[in-house]
């Protein structure tokens, strides 16, 4: 198992910085059974992060990467925006490249780690904004899906371009005024989790972040049935609190409210996906 | 030729791995007639390639699909047919980190279209191989030859190499996986020849047996981590430098540029060796009249060379350029320490080769720089030409 690569040489513990040191006596490494609830008690993959305080970005990639089920061979690829700030702190092996290529990179990754460890189960999990994954990036993410690539794709949708300054994305809502939409939005907020379907996607969910055993559940299926079928894809609402003008302990509020309208819960598994869940349910692991 | 426990060692698709010397200076040769795209297979077949992606556009179509084949047969690990030139670019990215010998090709419009990646490359210190068949980049559309698609990869921090014929390009491809992936190297190398009259003219071509071939890609060589989950990541950092506006990341960010540069500077003796050597002359040594070119256009200035001599008796040479980046500024200085006449021939209107030859002879050579003939747009550069232009300057 790859975790081996978190042992810290007996000479060096003294020097290394501890939080490295912990990654190796603390972390849950080689336990696909782990989850959210090992938040508290065991060491996280995220060291820091320097999201604005409260932001539901933070708790959201918390929460996944409590969940991955194999993080010693998790490959994350990220995009620009507001998450490409917390990627340097993550512990596993993580991409930033550019904005908008993220499905692409992951493609290249997948396709290579399958050649070269054909016998070694090694999830790629894409991670990214909705304007790098529903505007910049929509080609790359709908043709990664044609292609039936076996990645995960995580769409932290806030609505807005955050890192820019709050303007205008395809998934704000119509109506609603942001920079570059003075006038407020002219279109409908793209139905993406609809296109992931039609895309050929083998699993799909919505949900807000506001309940992290569902995060956990939702992730680990995703997981399991791109490791197994072909792409899946979630779509998590994790709203700008700076942009919509909310404080820092609002964040979960402003998610709960959004439980109940446009980011109820709705989830799409092909029979297939179906037929893979249940095995990995059989097998104790979901 | 590498042994181990007395048998030989194969790559995957069966073939005899050999070092890149014995398979580009010692392995038999045997006489073949083939086009550009041709010998683009033909080098991939023996160069032991993980993956490649693809995307069609012409003069580098044909390349293209025929490193598809390959992988049909079993020689490239992992092929396909990308959605664009960015995607093919940031996929071959993704499969260079993850740790594969990576080799793809575009042309043109292409080229523009995929350009976000190739500083993302040369800053992720991975060694793409992309063979550029150059084309013409204008409104109205062309398909034809014209290389000023060059000029706008000059400072992307990728060596970029210039093959003058069929020939050269076979062999280069090899060196250039030889090259590009020293660890301390390790930047992307974009193989170019001029699309049409190199990718789709026949030529005799020499070629060593294709049941050899490069050993593979070492990907735990390279100067930063492989993506594989295999070895500690090595982005992991309690204060990234990503996007800070504080003086340790600007320092970091201008000192990775540099050190980008500095990668492609140390390339130099691995591709004089491979190469044998950054420039190649043709013609009388102490010549006054010396022309300065790469790829067709060093061909087309062999042959005004010959002209000249015929028919008016004048000496000349060409110094032909086999790298650009890193540009062969000692071998252009010694070269025409007796020019009193520099022509620069060039496929396309701005004279890229012309500025950077101008920038490498500033104050150190007396002689006067001429950059001409010109021609762009798919026209042809006929010796008559370069002779006429010629014999204007110097009676
Ligand atoms: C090619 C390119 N265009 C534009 C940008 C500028 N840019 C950086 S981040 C960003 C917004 C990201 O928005 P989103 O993907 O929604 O992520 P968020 O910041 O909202 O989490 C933009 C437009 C860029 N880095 N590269
Ligand atoms: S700008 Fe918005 S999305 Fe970005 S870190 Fe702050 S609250 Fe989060
Ligand atoms: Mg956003």
Redesign the pocket.
């Known amino acids: 198992m790859a975790y081996k690569i978190y042992k810290v040489n007996e000479e060096f513990k003294d020097i290394v910085p501890e939080e490295v040191v912990e990654l190796e006596e603390k972390a849950t490494w080689g336990n696909p059974k782990r989850g959210v609830m090992d938040l508290p008690v065991t060491k996280e993959l995220l060291e820091e992060h320097s999201l604005c305080a409260g932001c539901p970005?933070s708790a959201a990639i918390r929460y996944i990467l409590a969940s991955l089920p194999n993080p010693e061979d998790t490959i994350i690829v990220n995009?620009?925006?507001?998450?490409s700030l917390v990627f340097p702190h993550i512990s596993l092996h993580t991409v930033h490249s550019?904005?908008?290529n993220q499905n692409s990179v992951a493609s290249g990754i997948k396709r290579v780690l399958e050649w070269r460890f054909p016998d070694k189960a090694k999830d790629v999990v894409v991670l990214?904004?909705?304007?790098?994954?529903v505007d910049?990036g929509l080609d790359y993410t709908l043709q990664s899906f044609f292609r039936q690539e076996k990645i995960t794709t995580i769409c932290?949708d806030?609505e807005?371009?955050?890192?820019?300054g709050g303007?205008e994305?395809g998934l704000t809502p119509k109506g609603h005024v942001f920079k570059m939409a003075p006038k407020g939005k002219l279109f409908d907020k793209v139905p993406m989790w609809q296109l992931a379907i039609d895309s050929g996607c083998h699993y799909v969910a919505r949900l807000t972040v506001s309940s992290p055993k569902k995060v956990e559940r939702v992730i680990k299926e995703a997981i399991y049935v791109a490791r197994e079928l072909g792409p899946t894809y979630i779509h998590l609402y994790t709203p700008?609190i700076l942009e919509i003008g909310l404080n820092s302990d609002d964040g979960l509020d402003e998610m709960r409210s959004r439980d109940k309208e446009r980011f109820a819960f709705f989830e799409y598994k092909t029979p297939h996906a179906e037929e893979v869940i249940a095995k990995y349910k059989a097998e104790g692991l979901l | 030729m590498r042994m181990i426990e007395n048998k030989v060692e194969k790559n995957w698709a069966g073939q005899r791995i050999v070092s890149p010397d014995y398979l580009l200076f010692e392995a038999p040769r045997e006489k073949h007639f083939m086009t550009g795209s041709e010998a683009v297979k033909e080098a991939v077949k023996r160069a032991s390639v993980d993956a490649s992606v693809s995307y069609p556009i012409t003069p580098q179509s044909e390349a293209a699909h025929l490193i598809g084949e390959l992988w049909a047969e079993g020689y490239v690990g992992v092929y396909f047919r990308g959605e664009n030139e960015f995607g093919v670019m940031s996929e071959v990215a993704g499969a260079a980190m993850a740790g594969a010998r990576v080799i793809t090709t575009t042309s043109g419009p292409g080229t523009l279209r995929a350009f976000?990646n190739f500083p993302m490359w040369s800053g992720t210190r991975i060694p793409v191989q992309l063979v550029l068949m150059a084309r013409g980049v204008n409104s109205p559309l062309s398909i034809q030859p014209d290389n000023l698609e060059v000029d706008f990869l000059l400072d992307t921090g990728c060596m970029i190499w210039y093959a003058e014929n069929v020939q050269e390009l076979f062999d280069m491809i090899l060196a250039g996986f030889a090259v590009a992936e020293q660890p301390d190297v390790h930047v992307p190398v974009i193989t170019a020849v001029d699309g049409f009259f190199v990718s789709h003219t026949r030529e005799a071509i020499y070629l060593p047996p294709d049941d050899i071939a490069l050993p593979p890609y070492a990907p735990y060589k390279s100067p930063m981590p492989v993506i594989d989950a295999e070895i500690p990541p090595g982005r992991f950092l309690r204060d990234p430098f990503v996007m800070k506006s504080n003086y340790i990341s600007y320092a970091t960010h201008a000192s990775w540029q540099w050190e980008v540069r500095s990668a492609i500077e140390r390339s130099r003796p691995y591709a004089k060796h491979y190469l044998k050597g950054l420039t190649e002359e043709f013609g009388e040594k102490d010549s006054e009249v010396v022309f300065i070119a790469c790829g067709t256009a060093a061909s087309q200035a062999k042959e005004a060379v010959r002209m000249l001599e015929e028919t008016e008796g004048i000496k000349s040479k060409v110094v032909k350029l086999k790298t650009i980046r890193p540009f062969p500024y000692e071998e252009i200085l010694e070269a025409t320490k007796n020019a009193k006449y520099i022509f620069i021939p060039e496929f396309n209107v701005v004279g890229w080769l012309e500025r950077e030859v101008r920038k490498a002879l500033y104050k150190k050579s007396d002689a006067e720089i001429i950059g001409t003939p010109r021609v762009a747009g798919g026209m042809t550069m006929p010796k008559e030409i370069i002779v006429r232009e010629v014999l204007e300057y110097i009676k």
């Open positions: 970005e995009s620009t925006g507001c998450t550019l904005f908008g990214a904004g909705d304007g790098a994954t910049i932290f806030n807005v371009y955050a890192n820019t303007q994305s700008c | 976000e």
